[in-house]
Nanobody
Framework: QVQLAESGGGLVQAGGALRLACIVS????????MAWFRQAPGKEREFVAS????????FYADSIKGRFEMSRDDDKNSVWLQMNRLEPEDTAVYFC??????????????????WGQGTQVTVSS
């Protein structure tokens, strides 16, 4: 059974930082594209960042470019999302996702097969 477990969410003031982690069990992520999505109340789930299986293959949503950075360690079967200069508009549940044999250009949620349960990020103004 494939499981993705996110952690690291919490409450932070605007301008602060958080680091989210996602640990995958039940499969190796070596050939997977990995991504972070987020969903705010009343809104659709939106793409945040992706990281392909090759070194340096990342892709970011315009809304977070320059503030967030995604990384991965296939030996640890894990990915991270470093979020800096957080804004109240970043408040959402953040989800980790995996796309077997996928591309880091995958930005739609239907392109990802496996999902975590999400971690809440709340940014106060």
């Amino acid at each position: 059974q494939v499981q993705l477990a996110e952690s690291g969410g919490g409450l932070v003031q605007a301008g602060g930082a958080l680091r989210l982690a996602c640990i995958v069990s039940g499969r190796r992520i070596n050939n997977d594209a990995m991504a972070w999505f987020r969903q705010a109340p009343g809104k659709e789930r939106e793409f945040v960042a992706s990281h392909g299986w090759s070194r340096g293959s990342t892709f970011y949503a315009d809304s977070i470019k320059g503030r967030f950075e995604m990384s991965r360690d296939d030996d640890k079967n894990s990915v991270w999302l470093q979020m800096n200069r957080l804004e109240p508009e970043d408040t959402a549940v953040y989800f980790c996702a995996a796309a077997p044999a996928g591309s880091h250009f995958y930005t739609h949620r239907t392109q990802y097969t496996y999902w975590g349960q999400g971690t809440q990020v709340t940014v106060s103004s």
